[in-house]
């Protein structure tokens, strides 16, 4: 149990008012952190602006130094890290431990890209006559002070994925973990400092959302939001944003659309690994499966015997699927069970829960009038809809609110790539779960799932910005 700060200016900061935070696993105290106040707040926005022109003056090799520096010591703590991290949003030991070791990478590849971020020049080219005297400078800036916000179920991973490209672009950051994480967020702030980043350019802010998430989203000194979490609060971020840019990676219901031609133990094998990996809290798990009636029977069981295979548990023994993130969530889901429950879907593998930890659940027979059809449970239960044609398919995954991946199980790659074009989302894979790695792929969601797109590149391109300079050469 310890006192953990925050890292303003170059410095380790407890504020009057902390957070003590517990395991989901089992209510053991981790430790407190700060609930920083609105005029803590403003001190770091300060630094962090104060921190800008010496920072963005720095060639992008000169700040990809402190990147392979930090993510030198993720590496070599990702055990330790690991540990907390799985105790804090009960996530298994080896899946947390590969989150730090994923994000180490990450922030590697990060600053390597940083170095291939080049400018361009255009001539005029345009009917009047002195256009084609005119050239034009192409360069990208920093955005300027970029604030990060990440979720609970990736408090290193979708923390790091922000803060890299942020930091190689040439911009300062204020990183706002989630609150249960907000531990493990520290402990990769630490590693960025002793990275010996000039202070001021990195600097955390913990404290609930809920109190101090309007404060910071409004805050004058940010330039750009890049939030990842729910739907709902990223709405919210979108409305008190105002003309700022943004990026906002939020919910999903992705599904997977599964054809007679599909090879059926690969796609059952698939579906249960994105479904239920991390007990089903990841915004592109698979969250509904769209099978042909002609194979729906087939599918079912073979869903079903892979489904049993999944162990339950603890943590810290590797099990499949662990206790969700608090008891909330769990009456949640429990309440998209029923409802199916009482609308006549057909339970596969039998509900059961004891307090956050929920067993496997694969719902068969789900139809569209269920709330089960439609809303992300985040949580470890799975809806199969039978339907039948793709056309059927399509209408349903389009009628989501939702729009991040979807996945399509044929073997008949030119009906897969026609479907692909008419879904409604950022991603769609051919033959395997939906995901959202390799990490310098595009990630992005669209409709209710979000606004601008992710990926290594991509995060380094949105927060840089077009500079034209323009001269007469004559
Ligand atoms: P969440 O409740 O929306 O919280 C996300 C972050 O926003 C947390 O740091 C939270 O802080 C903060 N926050 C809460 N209220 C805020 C406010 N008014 N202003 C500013 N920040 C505020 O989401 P979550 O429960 O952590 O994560 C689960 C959700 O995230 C799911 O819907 C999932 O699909 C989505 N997600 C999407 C992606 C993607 O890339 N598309 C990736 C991961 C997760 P506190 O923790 O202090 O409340
Ligand atoms: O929860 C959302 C994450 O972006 C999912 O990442 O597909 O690598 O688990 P993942």
Redesign the pocket.
Known sequence: MKDYQNYVNGQWVSSAKTLTIYSPINDEKLGTVPAMSQEEVDVAMAAARKALPAWRALSAYERAQYLHKAADILEERKDQIGEILAKEVSKDIKASISEVDRSAHLIRYAAEEGLRVYGSSLEGGTYEPAAKSKISLIRREPVGVVLA??????PVN?SASKIAPALIGGNVVMF?????GSISGLLLAQAFAEAGLPAGVFNTIT????EI??Y??EHPEVNFIN?????P??Q??GKLAGIRPIML????KDAAVVLEDADLDHTAKEIVSGAFSYSGQ??TAIKRVLVMDAVADQLAAKLQAEVEKLTVGDPFENKDITPVIDESSALFIEGLVQDAQKKGAVELTPYKREKNLIWPTLLDHVTTDMEIAWE?P?GPVLPIIRVSSLDEALTICNQSEYG?QSSIFTSNYPLAFDFASKLEVGTVHINSKTQ?GPDNFP?L?VKG??AGVQGIKYSIEAMTKVKSVVFDIQ
């Open positions: 916000i990440a979720p609970y179920n990736y979708l706002k973990p989630p609150t249960q404290g609930r959302g809920s998430g309007d910071i989203i939030f990842t979490g729910s739907t609060i990223g919210k971020v990676e939020l919910g999903g990841r915004c992300e985040f991040l959202r990630f969601g799932s979000g």
